[in-house]
Each structure stands twice: as C-alpha cells, then as structure tokens.
C-alpha cells in the first residue's frame, strides 16, 4: 500500500513537500515516480527515481521540483518550489515492485494566483 501526504493549498510562488510511504511486507521496490492529473487532462509523469537514484524529470518541472528516495523507508519525496497555478492537480506516487506498478490514492495540490 502506498499512502501519499503532504498535499494542500498553497500561494503561487510557494513550496510544498509530497512524500508516499509503502508499507506492508514488500519487496525491493525498483523504481518509484511521482504522477499528476489535472481536471479535464491526461495523467503526466513528474519526475521519476531509480532505486540507485538515477531521477528524470518532465520538461515543465525542472528547476523546480527534486524527486528523492529513502530505501530503507521505502519512501519517495517530492520537493516542489516556486509553485504555479498550473501545477494544481491531484498527485499520485507510483513504486514498481517485481513486475506491478502500485498506485497511491493521490494527494491534491491547489496553488492560488
């Protein structure tokens, strides 16, 4: 299971900290990533991490956001900075476990004008 904080309301130009916790008896989790999805559009990859800490990044999120990982938590972060209006959507963490891709619930960020 997979559980997603750290979400909120947040003024444009402001910075939130997303982290998802998997929990429960699980393997080696191999690459974990961070997801969003805004009303009426696709879900787009934010930014992703390997489990040696190789990370990739979409276009519209570099500079800005930092993904990082805690293996021995199996935790997964999301450091968003100079926040946009834009960027509201709910956010969804992923972790590749053997062959499955598990999903966390989504935690929504709001960024006010």
């Known amino acids: 299971q997979l559980v997603e904080s750290g979400g909120g309301l947040v003024q444009a130009g402001g910075s939130l900290r997303l982290s998802c916790a998997a929990s429960?008896?699980?393997?080696?989790?191999?690459?974990m990533g961070w997801y969003r999805q805004a009303p009426g559009k696709q879900r787009e990859m934010v930014a992703t991490?390997?489990?040696?800490?190789?990370?990739n990044y979409a276009n519209s999120m570099k500079g800005r956001f930092t993904i990082s990982r805690d293996n021995a938590k199996n935790t997964v972060y999301l450091q968003m900075n100079s926040l946009k209006p834009e960027d509201t959507a709910v956010y969804y963490c992923?972790?590749?476990?053997?062959?499955?891709?598990?999903w966390g619930q989504g935690t929504q960020v709001t960024v006010s004008s």
């Open positions: 429960g008896s699980i393997a080696p989790i191999n690459a």
């Open positions: 992923n972790a590749d476990i053997l062959t499955i891709r598990h």
């Open positions: 991490i390997t489990r040696a800490g190789n990370t």
